[in-house]
């Protein structure tokens, strides 16, 4: 689906990219972001108590206790003072349950004033469960301190820490709550499905706020070469990246004066387009503007090259007018309407508004339904909303258009074994594999026909032959970054082999400097071996790339997560398991 950036191999799993990682085979911890998710798969059985809301005090009221709030410390004059603190408590916790939260907190504040101060244990019980009583009430300034007496005397107090999480977060202290629910994650080996899910909303809370401002005043960044070759290559019918036409094109053998009148006395759309032949990206949207603000012959091509340079650089907020523009140009080319038909759509997409975007695609339909890309690139859109069954006939229609079209009879066959494996039918997996030997036997240059396969074989666990489709990956395509960071990780799930995992995801670094998905695998990887300022520095530079504002959102969340660690580790010395 044409967006910022093409559909990645990775993205047909219907997983997002973080938790790629997650590929790893060793129960590790991956920041609060990813882990939550990995946990919920696999505790599910583990669940039980840990799941439970804590909502009640601890300890137990006693039956037989049966004197006031007021006669209590009078009553037990001959008592030790922690049985008399004791008897306090479970005076309190009686009210709690019968929910009379006043009378309760009374009882623990005399239980607080009678406990021995060196009783640290059954003091921070006490503070805990006079702010259940308060949380009740909603006094949320009192829950958090007494929470943090509860914290101060037990610095491993999982209760207190996550009932003072919920504080903070009720009262938009986002910050702290992440930090003391990341205590709580670790501290409970992330089996507690609460816990990671409020951690999990703080993340994306905090990530949201920050990609906001941050997008809204970031610098424009182009892409890699590599980038917008596969960008263009996921197009058979975009007019615009066709190469220059006889009559256009200047000629080799006219002189300095015939060129010059020829290209540069032409058009700024004509040069923008020899700029794409040359790769020199940086100067196409400025030729597209002189084409336009001209009134030139080739305003319409003009506008539609700008917006998708715009898209290129993750200028959403330029690139729309000039859609809208093109698609409502009645005299425009059906072609042309159509591609920015499609481009609006996956824009639509990516900015989490799939209704527009199923819209976009549905019109582009309807006015050139013999145009393959739209059916190319709506199918992605179905898999991505998890509609396979529709996505598999988009595919054969676009097949059915264009039989040579490698890239969607791949992408169908992957739309098909994801179906499969998560259906668990076996027969249909089978089938799938074999649909994929079939596509690389028919199209043995079609990379993402070997990398799709190597997803689904590596599902399969069948890793050496996994490992060798990514070979094939390289051999086509030696310039393509995310083919070695997915080869990396293959490394570390099939071998655990760290060393060979890494080197693979630099080499990505090195061959595309701008590859944010290289720079998120590699931060994600450095949280698990407890490298958390590494880690830190890893997602800041894929932020800085990040092409969408809610790409940014989740890498901020990734970072916000692995800030939180160093922080708890800091404060408690808590680090979770590392590789």
Not at 66 to 88: I, K, N, T, Y
Not at 507 to 518: G, L, Q
Request: charged content about 30%.
């Amino acid at each position: 689906m044409a967006a910022s950036k093409p559909v990645e191999p990775q993205s047909g799993s219907g997983l997002p990219r973080w938790q790629l990682a997650l590929l790893v085979g060793t129960p590790i911890v991956l920041g609060v972001g990813a882990v939550y998710l990995w946990n919920r798969s696999r505790g599910k059985e583990k669940q039980g108590k840990r799941n439970g809301e804590r909502k009640t005090p601890e300890g137990s009221a006693s039956p037989t206790d049966r004197h006031g709030v007021g006669d209590l410390a009078r009553s037990r004059q001959g008592e030790d003072p922690l049985d008399r603190a004791q008897s306090a408590k479970n005076k309190g916790n009686k009210y709690f349950k019968a929910g009379k939260y006043e009378q309760a907190i009374q009882c623990y504040t005399d239980a607080i004033s009678l406990c021995p101060k060196e009783q640290k244990g059954d003091l921070s019980t006490f503070y805990q469960n006079r702010a259940a009583a308060y949380e009740q009430l909603l006094k949320w300034t009192e829950v958090i301190q007494d929470c943090s007496q509860a914290v101060e005397l037990n610095p491993c107090y999982v209760k207190a820490l996550f009932r003072r999480a919920k504080a903070l977060e009720k009262l938009g202290n986002k910050k702290e709550c992440l930090e003391d629910v990341t205590a709580v994650c670790i501290l409970e080996v992330f089996q507690n499905q609460q816990s990671m899910l409020l951690a999990d909303k703080v993340l994306k809370q905090l990530g949201k706020e920050k990609a906001k401002e941050k997008y809204k005043n970031r610098e424009p960044l182009m892409p890699s070469p590599q980038f917008i070759k596969s960008y263009f290559s996921s197009f058979t019918d975009d007019i615009i990246s066709q190469p220059l036409q006889k009559g256009e094109k200047k000629d080799e053998d006219k002189d300095k004066e015939g060129e010059a009148s020829e290209v540069t006395g032409s058009s700024g759309y004509l040069k923008a387009k020899q700029y794409m032949e040359e790769e020199n990206y940086d100067k196409i949207i400025s030729e597209c503007t002189k084409e336009i603000e001209s009134g030139g012959r080739y305003t319409t091509e003009a506008l539609l090259l700008r917006a998708t340079f715009y898209l290129l650089i993750g200028n959403a907020t330029a690139a729309q007018p000039d859609l809208d523009r093109v698609i409502n140009m009645d005299d425009a080319s059906v072609k042309l309407r159509a591609n920015a038909l499609i481009k609006r759509g996956s824009m639509y997409m990516q900015q989490q508004q799939p209704q527009l975007s199923t819209q976009d695609f549905n019109i582009a339909a309807e006015i050139d339904p013999r145009n393959a890309d739209v059916y190319h690139h709506r199918g992605q859109l179905k898999i991505l909303l998890d509609q396979v069954e529709e996505a598999v006939g988009d595919f054969d229609e676009c097949i059915k258009l264009r039989p040579d079209s490698a890239l969607a009879q791949a992408q169908k066959c992957f739309a098909l074994y994801r179906q499969a494996y998560t259906g668990n039918n076996p027969s249909q997996v089978q089938k799938a594999m074999d649909g994929f030997e079939d596509v690389i036997r028919r199209f043995p240059k079609c990379a993402e026909g070997y990398a799709l396969y190597a997803q689904a074989l590596t599902d399969q666990q069948q890793f050496g032959k996994a490992d060798e489709m990514y070979d094939k990956c390289i051999e086509l395509e030696p310039d393509n970054a995310t083919t070695y960071v997915h080869k990396g990780l293959l490394q570390l799930q099939w071998k655990q082999d760290l060393e060979m995992g890494l080197e693979l995801i630099s080499k990505a670094i090195e061959i595309d400097n701008k590859c944010d998905f290289a720079y998120e695998t590699m931060g994600t990887i450095e949280v698990q071996r407890g490298n958390l300022d590494k880690a830190i520095d890893m997602f800041n530079k894929a932020i800085n790339l990040a092409k969408s504002e809610m790409e940014m959102a989740h890498l901020y969340s990734l970072c916000d997560a692995a800030y939180a660690q160093t922080e708890v580790a800091k404060k408690y010395g808590l680090k979770p398991p590392t590789l």
